[in-house]
């Protein structure tokens, strides 16, 4: 099962912007589906964003319209872009793969 390595996490502010990235540990490793999600202090983890085998597009619903989920094929690598920044979305985030097995993630803190 391959993990993928996740960065571009941090420490910001409500209402900014981060853009985290994701790729496989182990080059090459080609991919369809692929899914961000995210835990949340004191909660389960949950998904967030996800792009199907087809392309298709899906959000949860407390972050429609301020997160976007999407990938460049050259350099193999998925990004979720997060703008205006909640508190609530402080969490660890995760990407994976259907039947991949799970990194380390990065942190994510957005201060009030």
């Known amino acids: 099962q391959v993990q993928f390595v996740e960065s571009g996490g941090g420490l910001v502010q409500a209402g900014e912007s981060l853009k985290l990235s994701c790729t496989p540990a182990q080059s090459p490793f080609y991919f369809n589906a692929i899914a961000w999600y995210r835990r949340c202090p004191g909660k389960e983890r949950e998904l967030v964003a996800a792009?199907?085998?087809?392309?298709?597009?899906k959000y949860a619903d407390s972050v429609k319209g301020r997160f976007t989920i999407s990938r460049d094929n050259s350099k193999n690598t998925v990004y979720l872009q997060m703008d205006n920044l909640e508190p609530d979305d402080t969490a660890v985030y995760y990407c994976?793969?259907?039947?991949?097995?799970w990194g380390q993630g990065t942190q994510v803190t957005v201060s009030s």
């Open positions: 792009i199907s085998s087809g392309g298709g597009l």
């Open positions: 994976k793969t259907p039947y991949g097995s």
